[in-house]
């Protein structure tokens, strides 16, 4: 018996260490990782243009490029553990760098940005995004799969056609409760929140 235990723990220990990574790259593109659909996702972005694009594969791929500076300094760190991951980049250019994020398609997203144009395609689940200043762009998919929704804007332009709202000016917000499973919290500080 015991040594069938053993076999048991060298298993078990085996499958935990291959969803465990842990990956800091400095001037590298791409940077990846295995990562399995319906997982936690939180990111921390410096100021760019961001693309966070769902996709059938189970990874998250993060590339970039700067048609006019350098990206030597750019600094990708990304650690997962089982059904969470945690993804920063910084040390970004502050002249035409953009970065694309690929992940899986399911999947529950916190984003935290401090200013620039962030875009979100393809990815169905919870999202709790934050843009301090700039352009914020999200596809929410069918509204009825959202059980509680809040968007708002200190100042600019909110525009949610899926939800029949369009509003500009200062502390401009909406607020939506439904059937669905899944939450939806979008705040831009300064400038545009764009629902489609």
């Known amino acids: 018996m015991k040594p069938a235990l053993f076999a048991l723990w060298i298993l078990s220990s085996s499958l935990l260490l291959a969803q465990t990574a842990k990956l800091e790259e400095v001037g590298k593109s791409p940077v990846e990782a295995r990562f399995a659909p319906g997982g936690q996702i939180?990111?921390?972005?410096?100021?760019?243009?961001?693309?966070?694009?769902?996709?059938?594969?189970?990874?998250?791929?993060?590339?970039?490029?700067?048609?006019?500076?350098?990206?030597?300094?750019?600094?990708?760190?990304?650690?997962?553990?089982?059904?969470?991951?945690?993804?920063?980049?910084?040390?970004?250019?502050?002249?035409?760098?953009?970065?694309?994020?690929?992940?899986?398609?399911?999947?529950?997203?916190?984003?935290?940005?401090?200013?620039?144009?962030?875009?979100?395609?393809?990815?169905?689940?919870d999202k709790d995004v934050v843009l301090h200043a700039g352009q914020l762009t999200m596809d929410v998919g069918d509204p009825a799969t959202y059980s509680h929704v809040h968007a708002s804007v200190n100042t600019g332009d909110l525009e949610a056609e899926p939800f029949n709202v369009s509003k500009g000016g200062l502390f401009r917000s909406f607020e939506r409760s439904g059937s669905g499973k899944y939450r939806l919290y979008a705040h831009v500080g300064a400038g545009e929140l764009d629902l489609r």
């Open 42 to 125: 939180r990111v921390e972005l410096c100021s760019s243009g961001v693309e966070l694009r769902g996709t059938a594969e189970n990874l998250l791929r993060v590339s970039y490029h700067s048609e006019q500076e350098r990206t030597a300094d750019v600094r990708v760190r990304l650690q997962t553990s089982g059904d969470e991951a945690d993804l920063r980049v910084s040390g970004c250019p502050h002249n035409n760098f953009q970065v694309t994020i690929e992940l899986p398609r399911s999947s529950n997203l916190r984003v935290r940005m401090f200013a620039g144009d962030l875009q979100i395609r393809d990815v169905t689940g």
